[in-house]
């Protein structure tokens, strides 16, 4: 039996409000990275970032036009998650719904996995 690749899935309100960064001219023709980093409160945190490379090794996730791009490493810590973008009173931002987490801070940027 074959193993089935990880895979992170993309919201449609991430993917809008993904478009709409890339629209702007300062990130045109730019992809969205996430990436997970060492650190934070946790012990992982989440990053954001505007590239103009796809790597081989990057999976490549599409919605609606938008483009985000998970490298092989933090794919491992977030295979299954879902990307999502929600606008609240307390600010607007990308939320990870990870699935590999087995605990978050209260701001929701940083994890562990167990």
């Known amino acids: ?3 089935t690749a990880p895979t992170v899935t ?4 991430a993917a809008r409000r993904v478009s709409e960064l890339a ?4 990130h045109d023709g730019l992809m969205l990275r996430v990436s997970v ?5 946790s012990g992982f945190s989440y990053d954001f970032t505007f590239d ?4 081989d090794e990057d999976l490549v996730v599409e919605r609606d036009g ?9 794919l491992g810590l977030l295979g299954g998650a879902e990307i999502d973008f929600v606008d609240e009173l307390v600010g607007a931002s ?3 719904r ?3 987490a087995t605990s978050s801070c209260g701001c929701g940027n940083s994890f562990s996995v167990g």
């Open 1 to 3: 039996m074959e193993a």
């Open 37 to 41: 980093q060492g650190g934070g409160c």
């Open 66 to 74: 938008a483009v985000v791009l998970v490298d092989e490493i933090s």
């Open 52 to 55: 103009d490379e796809k790597r």
């Open 10 to 13: 993309l919201t449609e309100r």
């Open 23 to 26: 629209t702007h001219p300062d």
């Open 94 to 96: 990308f939320v990870i």
């Open 98 to 100: 990870n699935p590999n």
